[in-house]
């Protein structure tokens, strides 16, 4: 298993990635955090049935910066 952890002052967002042995299957989850708000980070706000837009548009804008750190860091 791997993490992936990228935050700015108000959010943080975690990528776990697990890899099934007997399958080979990968799969990939997200977390996302309002660490002004939620300090103890207790309230995944991606785990809901309804994902606010301001959640989502940031989700994947700091999904993305993330991608693109570990795709320039693996070199």
């Known amino acids: 298993n791997e993490i992936s952890v990228i935050r700015n002052n108000e959010w943080k ?3 776990e990635t697990m890899e099934n ?3 080979g299957s990968i799969a990939e989850t997200y977390k996302l955090y309002n ?3 939620d300090s103890k ?3 995944n706000l991606l785990d809901v049935s309804y994902i606010k837009p301001e959640v ?3 989700a ?3 999904r993305a910066k993330l991608l693109e ?3 320039e ?3």
């Open 13 to 15: 967002l975690l990528k």
């Open 21 to 23: 042995h007997d399958t």
């Open 35 to 37: 660490i002004r708000g």
């Open 41 to 43: 980070e207790l309230n």
């Open 56 to 58: 989502s548009s940031v």
């Open 60 to 62: 994947n804008d700091l």
């Open 69 to 71: 750190w570990i795709l």
């Open 73 to 75: 860091t693996k070199n």
